[in-house]
């Protein structure tokens, strides 16, 4: 199924819905999608170049972080 056929299945089971819960559920997702979206397309070359410039310093500079450190650190969070 491409994804036309799948917006257009999954519109026709939204205005199925009668709960205002998982309407508004719906709602704040989809609100979160467009402003991820929304921040990514935002940067400029400009600003992801420079991103990536120190990113690539701090790498240089040992300011990084092992990934299994990080992993670590994350196990003990709970």
Request: aromatic fraction near 4%; hydrophobic fraction near 35%.
């Amino acid at each position: 199924m491409n994804i036309e056929a799948r917006k257009i299945e999954f519109i026709q089971e939204f205005l199925k819905l009668q709960s205002e819960e998982a309407i508004s559920k719906l709602e704040e997702i989809l609100k979160k999608e467009k402003s991820s979206h929304k921040e990514t397309e935002q940067m400029s070359i400009q600003e992801l170049n420079k991103r990536i410039d120190k990113s690539m310093k701090d790498s240089e500079n040992g300011r990084l972080t092992e990934a299994k450190d990080l992993l670590a650190d994350i196990e003990k969070w709970s």
